[in-house]
């Protein structure tokens, strides 16, 4: 066995039987292998190559489209970059900051420093701004423009110990939050007050940095600033660096004004006259403009004008004084086209007539041909010999029995949306998620007297104050119990069908169907909406960069010294731009298509939590979306991702995001959101919520639930008599076809009245325990309100 082989041996094919053309049949003949074609490598290769190359042009595509970003955003022609100094505690002093920051910049040459410094050292122009300490509204603007945010904190920091960081205070912490709500551009923190001594300087510039390095992002660095080889070290790597822009900046042009003026028009409006460098896109004389608080307007003409603070003019040592900048030279006017601008449409003009139905349209006539067709051809089971005039007048036993519901049910209106499927647990919005079992949703009809039927509740001779007081004891007894806020009482006086007449019943809140189009209010024909929101989005983008691509007599370009006269400015809201304009920044931008017009706008915010006062819905708020403002007045509601139904919310709470509906001009995200409610005249407004745009949709469902509530007097197995969730036979057989549930996870309906008071017999699909609350929800849809007035300086 050693010397044998170990190979395996297979049993020979036979072949005795088969034929030679079944025994050739796998193989392939000479003549055919030609035909078959082998993979051809050069195509294969030619494939690779393109793509290669395609992924090659996209490459350099990106580096070209960052290399013009960078010298756009850093070169000599670009506009001077904004930075803004933000003291961290009311003890930091700015001022001595702003003014050897200048000094380094001008050389110790007293020049003009506004609208911008320009430093022949550093080849860069720079407008420095100082961030006042407890005005939120001036530090948020300067924030929309600032391209650098320096906060400066100080060793010596007189901060109580007793807040979340030694060198922040209150102020300083409120505003790093809105700052990180808008977006923060490029930031530094300058360390000032540190002690000469070496070793000490150390130590405590590590002690400045481990507490304040988690209030920034992790890019941003520290740097000491209390000489001027410090600031020097300073610019020289800031004008290297490439600016950090939020997003949102990028998508339209925007100017911070250097001065502000008004002349007066013979129709008792004024021409606003804004001057300032034109930054992020070109700007076209035929769109429409908004000033922060102001409004939304068209412009008269658009004036370039001679660069008043140039590099090169600056190293030539020809720089203008403050008389010449005031008189500058006009290059270029581009005055609008009224055929190509964009019409300032805020709100859609309704019809009267247009709801009316003056005719049936043809698919009307139709369907009603065929439900008539196919009523006439209804079999009926008629005694022999009867007429078809006699037969109409014969009632069926649905007829009968349709009838004396409708009598049973008195009006019978109480309309229950169905869902998809018949038992759900999601028509409480998700307070009970079980399942139940179907035969027992089945509810048993019995005629059986039970204990309940017999002994009738003992309240039909009491007054309107005694039930309200037994009301108000059973409702002190399950305090501990309320944990719904939807609750309400039905009004002893008034009767539940009335005061609930808008309400209906759901199925499943979740899958129930809801038209969008039923029952809008008066407001909703003047407001515009979107087809496809989606891609009217895109469209109005491409348009907006083939604008910029157009006719070079429509657009200015970016960074351009610009003077932009606005027309059609009421007289009291240019005197107070005129006013602004000298304690903060004022901003105009340009509007994309469509960003006039009004619509039904749904923000994602969260209550900010230095405001404890509550924010109850409909109240009036000052919203700033990106660089505009208006006022509206604003349902909340509930955030949910698996229906397309909202629930609504009386008061924005803390601690979670909720979505807030609004009529606003349109505004195409992404965009942040920063929330003020005023306080008076006398008091700025307050901080309230912070978030960001989410949709534009007139058609997102928001519902206002309500809870009913009844408590059970007898209780036998599956039945149970309630009272005092309605107070007249009426309501009940009104409400009769709406679930009934209660809070230990029974389920329902209501039986039948019984008594002259309210009371009813309900079955359940489960025994009902003495301590339960019978409840019934029901839905209306909410919209928000219509503002009295669109933007601040207009109220």
């Known amino acids: 066995m050693a010397g044998s082989s170990r190979s395996q041996v297979n049993k020979s094919h036979k072949t005795r039987f088969a034929s030679k053309s079944s025994r050739n049949l796998h193989k392939t003949s000479t003549k055919d292998k030609s035909k078959i074609s082998k993979p051809d490598r050069n195509v294969v290769k030619g ?4 793509r290669l190359q395609r992924n090659k042009m996209m490459r350099e595509q990106k580096r070209a489209t960052l290399l013009k970003e960078k010298r756009a955003s850093s070169g000599t ?8 100094l933000f003291g961290l505690s009311a003890s930091t002093n700015l001022s001595s900051l702003a003014s050897d920051l200048l000094a380094l910049l001008s050389n110790e040459n007293t020049g003009i420093h506004f609208p911008a410094v320009a430093s022949s050292e550093y080849r860069l122009r720079a407008t420095v701004l100082q961030a006042p300490h407890g005005d939120l509204m001036a530090c948020m603007e300067m924030a929309k423009m600032a391209d650098l945010i320096v906060f400066v904190a100080s060793a010596n920091c007189s901060s109580e110990r007793g807040s979340s960081n030694y060198y922040v205070d209150e102020f300083g912490s409120q505003c790093l939050s809105v700052f990180r709500s808008l977006g923060l551009p490029s930031t530094a923190v300058f360390l000032r007050d540190l002690p000469s001594d070496l070793k000490k300087r150390n130590d405590l510039k590590k002690a400045c940095v481990s507490s304040l390095s988690s209030e920034f992002p992790e890019d941003c660095k520290f740097y000491p600033a209390d000489t001027k080889d410090d600031l020097h070290k300073f610019m020289f790597l800031f004008k290297e660096q490439r600016p950090t822009i939020p997003h949102w900046r990028t998508q339209r042009p925007y100017l911070m004004a250097h001065t502000v003026d008004m002349v007066a028009d013979e129709s008792g409006k004024c021409t606003l006259r804004i001057t300032g460098y034109l930054r992020a896109r070109n700007l076209s004389v035929n769109q429409l403009v908004h000033v922060s608080g102001a409004g939304d307007f068209q412009l008269g003409k658009i004036e370039l004008l001679k660069d008043p ?52 349209t043809e698919a009307e006539m139709e369907e009603a041909d065929r439900l008539h067709k196919e009523k006439k051809h209804k079999k009926r089971s008629l005694p022999r010999g009867t007429s078809e005039y006699q037969a109409a007048w014969i009632v069926d036993e649905s007829d009968v029995s349709g009838t004396e519901s409708d009598d049973d049910g008195s009006e019978n209106g109480m309309v229950v949306d169905e869902g998809e499927h018949d038992v759900t647990g999601q028509s409480e ?12 949703l089945n509810l048993r009809d019995s005629d059986e007297e039970t204990e309940a039927d017999s002994m009738m509740m003992d309240n039909d ?18 305090a501990e119990d309320e944990e719904f806020p939807d609750e309400v009482d039905a009004p002893v006086d008034i009767p539940a069908r009335k005061r609930f007449a808008k309400y209906r019943g759901l199925k499943s809140f979740r899958t129930s169907s809801w038209d969008p189009k039923e029952s809008l209010p008066p407001e909703y024909a003047r407001i515009f909406a979107f087809d496809n929101f989606t891609r009217t989005h895109k469209h109005v983008l491409s348009k907006a960069r083939d604008m910029e691509q157009g006719n070079p007599d429509e657009c200015v370009l970016a960074n351009s010294y610009v003077a932009l006269h606005i027309s059609q400015v009421p007289v009291h809201i240019a005197s107070k731009l005129c006013a602004l304009g000298k304690t903060m920044p004022v901003i105009a931008c340009g509007l994309l298509q469509h960003e006039s017009k009004i619509s039904v706008l749904h923000f994602r915010l969260k209550k900010h939590e230095t405001y404890t006062d509550p924010i109850k819905a409909k109240e009036e708020l000052i919203f700033h979306v990106g660089f505009r403002q208006f006022i509206t007045r604003p349902t909340f509601a509930s955030d949910n991702f698996n229906s397309d139904k909202h629930k609504m919310e009386r008061f924005l709470h803390a601690g979670r995001f909720s979505i807030a509906s609004v009529y606003a001009p349109i505004s195409f995200p992404p965009l942040p959101l920063i929330v003020l409610k005023s306080r008076g005249d006398s008091l700025a407004p307050a901080l309230a919520a912070v978030g960001s745009l989410k949709s534009i949709d007139p058609d997102k469902i928001i519902l206002k639930k309500i809870i009913l509530t009844g408590y059970p007097q007898r209780v036998s197995k599956s039945k149970a008599a309630v009272r005092y969730m ?11 076809p709406v679930e009934v549930w209660t809070k230990l996870g029974r389920r329902g309906r209501i039986k039948e009245p019984v008594g002259t008071h309210g009371a009813m017999k309900c079955l359940l699909n489960g025994v009902l325990q003495q301590n339960d609350t019978v409840c019934m929800s029901l839905f209306k849809r909410s919209y928000p309100k219509w503002p009295e007035h669109w933007f601040p300086m207009s109220a």
């Not at 494939?47 to 393109?50: D, F, L, P, T």
Request: aromatic share 6%; proline share 8%.
């Open 47 to 50: 494939a690779r190559a393109a």
């Open 77 to 84: 022609t670009s506009a001077p970059r904004v930075i803004v």
């Open 309 to 360: 603070c140039s590099l090169n003019a600056r190293k030539d040592g020809d720089f203008m004084d403050a008389d010449e900048v005031n008189d500058l030279q006009v290059i270029k006017t581009l005055l609008p086209d009224p055929m190509k601008q964009e019409p300032l449409l805020v709100e859609n003009i309704p019809d009267p007539l247009q709801g009316e139905q003056t005719w049936p």
């Open 429 to 440: 919005g998700g307070k009970f998620d079980h399942e139940f079992d179907q035969a027992s």
């Open 461 to 478: 001779n009491l007054t309107k104050e005694q039930i309200e007081e037994d009301i108000r004891k059973i409702k002190e007894a399950h």
């Open 726 to 736: 309605f107070h007249n036979p009426e309501d009940v057989k009104w409400f009769k």
